[in-house]
């Protein structure tokens, strides 16, 4: 049974430019969260996908932007980046209906110059 | 959401006993309370999580008082394997926990 999984492990982008993050959730799970961690800091909520629809947001400019697909995997895309977008993005998977507990992956570590 | 405050760093050696006191003084009747631990470089996982009393599974015990405003996550015999940083979170078990609210945690460290 896949646990979820995040791709690219590393990634080193120039200011300006954009990125895509992709996430698979754990098998079974329906919902996908995305979280931003920077340094030294918990995780903060980015947004959570449900019916391939964005169902809550945090505190996060429009330039985080995400994607659900049908097979439940989904995108976490970030246009002109800045330096303090520097950090490890998580993603976390859960049921709709399976209560609280939240199954996070390994994280991309995004370094943005 | 219900604000959490957890110390920022304990230290201990292996085959001790560690408590690790989170505060939630504005927790809600709804709200329960729920603790993760991250590695470096990995995801936070899911440890435990109760209402009132007492919970304990196979990795730790959560002891609440009646008041429930504030926690205790007791980690039984640590070793060094449990060098982390664990999160006290309180949400609701509907939509407070469908968007997870991460204090800066409590860094644990444990030595031979």
């Known amino acids: 049974d896949a646990g979820v999984t995040q791709s690219p492990t590393h990634l080193i982008k120039t200011r300006g430019q954009q990125v895509t993050l992709r996430c698979s959730p754990k098998s079974g799970h329906d919902t996908v969260s995305w979280y931003q961690q920077a340094l030294g800091q918990g995780p903060q909520f980015i947004f959570q996908?449900?019916?391939?629809?964005?169902?809550q947001r945090g505190n996060f400019p429009d330039r985080f932007s995400g994607h659900q697909f049908p097979n439940y995997s989904s995108e976490l895309n970030v246009n002109a980046l800045l330096l303090g977008d520097s950090a490890l993005y998580l993603c976390?998977?859960?049921?709709?209906?399976?209560?609280?507990?939240?199954?996070f992956g390994p994280g991309t570590r995004l370094t943005v110059t | 959401l219900a604000k959490t405050t957890q110390p920022i760093s304990m230290d201990s050696y292996e085959g001790q006993e560690v408590n690790i006191t989170c505060s939630h003084n504005n927790i809600a009747t709804n709200d329960y309370i729920t603790w993760y631990q991250q590695f470096p470089s990995q995801g936070p996982r899911f440890i435990i999580q109760g209402y009132k009393t007492k919970v304990t599974n196979e990795v730790a015990s959560l002891f609440i008082p009646a008041d429930r405003k504030s926690s205790t996550l007791s980690l039984p015999r640590v070793s060094l394997s449990d060098t982390a940083v664990y999160y006290c979170?309180?949400?609701?078990?509907?939509?407070?926990?469908?968007?997870?609210?991460f204090g800066t945690g409590t860094r644990l460290l444990v030595s031979p």
């Open positions: 976390a998977s859960s049921l709709e209906l399976g209560g609280s507990e939240q199954y």
């Open positions: 996908y449900y019916e391939e629809e964005e169902r």
């Open positions: 979170l309180v949400g609701d078990g509907g939509t407070g926990f469908q968007k997870l609210v």
